[in-house]
């Protein structure tokens, strides 16, 4: 969970360094002790508010809005089951940080049966949408490899 969270912060900071607005979504940001209330609760409700996505971007040229899921993974693989079956936010974006990449997929991509792994080429950097600097997140990269190598 700690790694989660400094994964979440490396990659807000590297979007808050190019320029975007970003604001902290993610249901532990938005509602305070929901956690606690929520313990014990599957509803559609309770399952929609734990799927919130961390993250919304705004782009600081084109001004498009993009919601955000950091993810760290050890092992650099991410795909469709590791969300729930009613993931709500069709249209996120899933930021995979794990000890050598900082890769991206969307929703409809893992739907389509793509996936995160560490021989894939989805780099953030490639995203067009996010028109983000690759030296800058080399840069975070770099911070990702350097404190995640350790632990």
Not at 17 to 37: C, H, S, W
């Amino acid at each position: 969970m700690i790694k989660g969270r400094i994964a979440e912060t490396l990659i807000e900071q590297l979007y808050l360094a190019q320029g975007f607005k970003v604001f902290r979504y993610g249901m532990e940001n938005t509602i305070p002790g929901i956690m606690d209330l929520l313990k014990g609760f599957n509803s559609d409700v309770a399952r929609e508010i734990r799927s919130m996505p961390d993250l919304v971007v705004r782009h600081p040229v084109s001004e498009r809005v993009f919601f955000v899921e950091v993810k760290f993974r050890k092992s650099g693989v991410f795909t469709i089951n590791d969300l729930p079956k009613d993931f709500p936010y069709q249209n996120a974006y899933f930021i995979i940080v794990s000890k050598k990449h900082i890769k991206c997929i969307t929703y409809q991509e893992l739907a389509e049966g793509k996936s995160i792994s560490p021989a894939s080429r989805y780099y953030l950097g490639r995203r067009d949408e996010f028109g983000l600097d690759k030296e800058v997140i080399k840069e975070y990269c770099e911070f990702a490899i350097h404190f995640f190598d350790r632990t």
